[in-house]
């Protein structure tokens, strides 16, 4: 085990402040390979022992530290020996998973075949799964959004074709990948031109977006005099999450210019405005009996229904060496970086929506990897020495303070407040006010703890458009003395003047507390009876009965949440007399041992609105929770040591979550 020595972090003069922090890594020899920002503030850096035969390659192990925002750090030494096609030369990569994992990716050999594959892992450095992920040259990218898993897009084929598959994080208990949706991303069958090329970006609600470059064929063609032919075309389409289905392409660029190539520099987030692509054009300028080659460099703006917006010439200022890149900030404006050759050295401007000048900063030859981290408008530039890295913080100008707290212009205000203490007797819904005007269409938000459809009647917009109302279920604050974690996805909601989604909020930004509960009445234990849907019933009857009742209370422990001894089992079981196909299991929720537990009556509560509102809670997330049968309610059949006779209460008409985005509430202990 190896560890990082933190410093007092040093001030410097820069305005606004530059910090920095020093790592001092005891063990000499590991090197720095490649760091990786978050976009919740966290930084993740792969350190590993370099080959001293030959520079190019390392020793195949594998070691990454997790440096949040606090500074507090995770270290993962992985105990796998990687083959060495992955480590000589470096053949390796990585991408973060949500819900704590991260997957490795690199290049091993079977029978005789390169092939791609992926390593699984959790932050406390156990191995959960390996997986082939296809051909040496597929190319392997996260959706967007951690938690919505990664796609794997095949090489293109001569007409431009790429399979893509879209496969899920693992499953947060048994670990485990599947397939989502696979199909292909098809170039426009246009008579008389070409296929040239193609590039994928990311998309800011979660996917692909992925564009094709057509060439028309001159020597295919009969009409070369015609002056309205379009020489170039440029194509998008859309790969999301919620259909698993690539968009029909969609034109958004053309020309009539004979250019020798179009390529792609970057694709970007436009702030509420759709993307920006920078594309170069290459063309040749014939003067007279001379001619000189020209390459310039565009912004090509477009919306996420394809629609196109605009394009623009990055002024010669920016572009003339070719080396540099451009960002949209969220808080307004753009970043431009410059990069000298051969070196990291690199000088950076801010410039409003106009493309004026704001401010600037450099980081020297010194340093050997700089990262942005959007959210927070900030640079990290880092230096190696030795065995100490340091850090350097340079937080960027905001053209537009709005929001600051939240790390989101778009966001005005919430209820409950950051770091607001509330009292979860008296909470019944969360508001968003927004700064800017709401489709009154939201997408679907989900909570940890609850999920709700947005386009059901429980999420409603509020009549000035700029305010979301989401109701708050009993069981979701149920915790004295705790910290709950609100977390809003991006595309939670879309604009209202142009259709395109909004920002979201990070985690560990909008923190809310409860207050201490008062002492509740005690109550002794309650038995009660709950049924499997058909799924269930059947897994039931053929799996190891014992086995699934333990199971079931595992995650019922974990949900509510609960000490695992207050829920029990005498095993009894039945079918439904009503419904044959379905299952009738019985549990007991055992009497508090003390005044500081939540009471029998308070547990068989919180189970029975989890159960109520399956799909809109955690339960609808666990393998076995999950085959409850949620038309039918938990009920009591034994209470102070009474019998009731069982009653089963059917619900209808709760709608069907499709999430789209997500708005997450989790929580975490801090009894004081």
Request: proline letters at 5%; a neutral charge; one cysteine or more.
């Amino acid at each position: 085990m190896y560890y990082f020595k933190i410093y007092q972090p040093k001030i410097l003069t820069t305005l606004p402040q530059d910090i920095s922090y020093i790592y001092e890594e005891p063990i000499e020899g590991l090197k720095r390979y490649s760091t990786y920002a978050l976009s919740e503030g966290t930084l993740m850096i792969w350190i590993a022992f370099e080959n001293e035969e030959d520079p190019s390659c390392m020793l195949p192990y594998f070691h990454l530290q997790l440096i949040e925002r606090t500074g507090r750090i995770t270290y993962i030494d992985l105990n796998y020996t990687f083959p060495p096609e992955a480590v000589c030369p470096i053949n390796i990569t990585y991408i973060p998973l949500g819900y704590n994992y991260i997957m490795i990716i690199y290049v091993k050999s079977n029978n005789g075949v390169k092939g791609k594959y992926g390593l699984i892992i959790n932050y406390n450095s156990e191995i959960i799964n390996e997986i082939y992920l296809g051909n040496v040259n597929d190319y392997i990218k996260d959706s967007g959004t951690s938690e919505k898993g990664f796609i794997r897009i095949e090489e293109h084929d001569k007409r431009g074709i790429a399979a893509w598959h879209w496969l899920s994080t693992p499953d947060i208990t048994t670990g485990k990948v599947v397939e989502l949706g696979s199909g292909e991303f098809s170039v426009p069958n246009l008579l008389s031109y070409t296929f040239v090329n193609s590039f994928n970006f990311s998309l800011v609600d979660g996917g692909i977006g992925y564009a094709y470059i057509l060439r028309y064929d001159e020597m295919g063609s009969s009409a070369t005099n015609d002056p309205n032919i379009q020489y170039w075309k440029i194509y998008v389409s859309f790969l999301r999450e919620e259909t698993y289905s690539s968009t029909t392409p969609s034109l958004i660029y053309q020309t009539t210019t004979k250019l020798n190539s179009i390529a792609f520099k970057s694709c970007f987030y436009n702030n509420n405005a759709g993307y920006i692509c920078i594309v170069s054009l290459n063309n040749t300028i014939t003067n007279k009996d001379q001619s000189r080659t020209e390459v310039n460099y565009y912004q090509l703006e477009f919306l996420t229904t394809g629609s196109f917006v605009q394009f623009g010439m990055v002024p010669k200022e920016i572009s003339n060496t070719g080396n540099f890149d451009l960002y949209s900030l969220i808080y307004g404006g753009f970043l431009v970086r410059k990069y000298y050759t051969n070196t990291m050295a690199m000088n950076f401007y801010i410039l409003d929506n106009n493309g004026n000048y704001k401010s600037g900063g450099s980081f020297g030859p010194e340093f050997v990897n700089i990262n942005l981290f959007r959210k927070n408008s900030t640079l990290l530039g880092v230096k190696e020495t030795g065995n100490k890295l340091e850090f350097l913080l340079k937080p960027l100008l905001r053209l537009n303070n709005q929001g600051a707290g939240y790390d989101n212009p778009a966001i005005e205000s919430t209820k409950p407040a950051i770091n607001e203490v509330i009292d979860p007797l008296l909470i019944n819904e969360i508001i968003i006010k927004y700064s800017i005007p709401l489709n009154d269409d939201p997408s679907k938000p989900r909570l940890l703890r609850q999920t709700i459809s947005g386009d059901s009647k429980l999420c409603t917009i509020g009549s000035d458009n700029h305010t979301v109302h989401i109701p708050i279920f009993s069981s979701t604050f149920n915790q004295p003395n705790s910290s709950y974690n609100v977390v809003i996805n991006n595309n939670f909601v879309i604009s209202q003047e142009r259709n395109e989604p909004l920002l979201g909020i990070n985690k560990k930004i909008w923190m809310i507390s409860t207050k201490p509960f008062k002492t509740g009445q005690h109550s002794a234990s309650v038995t009660g009876l709950l049924r499997l849907n058909e799924e269930g019933s059947s897994k039931f009857l053929q799996t190891n009965q014992s086995e699934f009742f333990n199971n079931i209370i595992q995650e019922f422990s974990k949900i509510i949440p609960v000490d695992e001894q207050r829920i029990t089992t005498n095993g009894k079981w039945q079918n439904d007399p009503t419904f044959p196909k379905k299952v009738l299991l019985s549990f007991t929720i055992n009497e508090a041992k003390s005044a500081m537990e939540p009471s029998s009556k308070t547990i068989f509560d919180n189970l029975g609105t989890l159960i109520e509102r399956k799909r809109f809670t955690a339960l609808s997330n666990y393998e076995y929770s999950s085959l409850i049968d949620e038309s039918a309610s938990f009920t009591i059949t034994s209470y102070f040591g009474k019998f009731l006779p069982l009653i089963i209460i059917f619900l209808y008409g709760i709608p069907c979550c499709t999430t789209c985005s997500q708005l997450l509430i989790g929580y975490k202990y801090s009894f004081v």
